[in-house]
C-alpha cells in the first residue's frame, strides 16, 4: 500500500512538473545573462527571456563546476543542482556511471567504508572493507566491484556489472543487468541478477526496482527495493538524500522483511558520501 502510494505520488508530481523542466546549455544562459544585467547592479536575483520563458536565477545558482554544467536542469524556473551521487541508490546500483576521472568515498552504517573511480566515461570499478571492532583483517566483509555501461542514449541508461564479497570463510559473486531511465525530477531504476557461490551458481535470482525523487536542490526521496526468488518479502529501504556539490548524506528505514529474524520492526540506514 505505502508502496503504491509513493508510486501515484512520483509520477503525478513528474507530470505536474514536466513543462516546467528545461535542460539548458550554460553557454546559452551565462550569455544572456550578461545581455540584460548589469553587473554594477544588485543581481541576487534578476529574470531573462530564453525561447519565450522567463526564468528567475541569482548569479550563486549559475553552476561553476564544469559536470554540474552540462547537467544542469531548471527545476521550477530555477537552476537546480543535480545529485552528484546518482550512480547509485542507497546500497545497490544505477545504470550511470562515473565521468572518467572522477569517484567517490562513502561510509555505510558507520563500519563500512567504500571507494568508487571512474577509469572512463563507460566504466567504473569499486573497492570496500567492512573495519567492523573486534575483527581481523582478513575476517572483515571485503569487496571488489565493476559496472559497464552499455547503452547511454538520452535519459535511457544500460549497464551491466559483477561484485565479489568475502566475509569470514564464504564468498559471493552476483552478476546484474540495470537499466535507469532519468526523467527530471524522477529517475526509474530497473534490474536483474543473480549469482555464484564459489564454483556454482545460485538456485536464485533478485529483481531490483529503484525510483529517486529529487524535491530541491538539497533534497531527493529514494525507494529501493529488492525482491529474491524464493523468498516471500523482499527487502526494502526508503528515505531521504540531503546533498550538496560534492557532499550528500542518506538517511533511510530497512523494511521489516529484513531484520524480522532478530525481532526488530525496522533499522535504520545511514551513508555519507564524497564526490570529487
Do not use: C
Request: a neutral charge.
Amino acid at each position: 500500500m505505502k508502496i503504491s502510494i509513493f508510486l501515484l505520488m512520483l509520477f503525478n508530481q513528474y507530470f505536474y512538473f514536466q513543462s516546467s523542466f528545461q535542460k539548458i546549455l550554460f553557454e546559452s544562459v551565462n550569455s544572456e545573462f550578461k545581455k540584460q544585467v548589469n553587473p554594477e547592479e544588485n543581481a541576487d536575483e534578476k529574470s531573462f527571456s530564453n525561447s519565450s520563458r522567463n526564468f528567475e536565477f541569482s548569479r550563486n545558482q549559475i553552476p561553476e563546476n564544469e559536470l554540474a554544467i552540462e547537467e544542469s536542469y531548471f527545476l521550477r524556473n530555477r537552476f537546480a543542482r543535480i545529485d552528484p551521487s546518482k550512480t547509485k541508490l542507497f546500497l545497490s546500483p544505477t545504470a550511470q556511471t562515473l565521468s572518467s576521472g572522477s569517484g567517490y568515498v562513502s561510509v555505510y552504517e558507520i563500519f563500512f567504508p567504500s571507494f568508487a573511480y571512474g577509469v572512463t566515461d563507460y566504466l567504473m570499478i569499486g573497492v570496500s572493507s567492512s573495519i567492523i571492532p573486534s575483527f581481523e583483517f582478513k575476517d572483515q566483509m571485503k569487496s571488489v566491484s565493476l559496472k559497464f555501461k552499455v547503452l547511454d542514449k538520452d535519459e535511457l541508461k544500460v549497464s551491466a556489472g559483477i561484485n565479489y564479497f568475502s566475509f569470514l570463510e564464504t564468498s559471493f559473486t552476483p552478476f546484474y543487468g540495470v537499466a535507469t531511465y532519468y526523467g527530471f525530477p524522477v529517475s526509474v531504476t530497473m534490474g536483474l541478477g543473480s549469482g555464484l557461490t564459489k564454483d556454482k551458481f545460485i538456485n536464485a535470482g533478485f529483481v531490483l526496482l529503484g525510483f529517486h525523487y529529487q524535491l530541491s536542490n538539497r533534497i531527493s526521496l529514494i525507494s529501493e527495493n529488492v525482491f529474491i526468488t524464493k523468498e516471500v518479502n523482499p527487502s526494502m529501504i526508503f528515505g531521504i538524500r540531503f546533498f550538496g556539490n560534492h557532499f550528500a548524506i542518506d538517511l533511510g528505514i530497512f523494511s521489516r522483511a529484513i531484520w524480522s529474524q532478530y525481532n526488530l520492526d525496522f533499522y535504520p540506514w545511514i551513508g555519507f558520501t564524497y564526490n570529487f
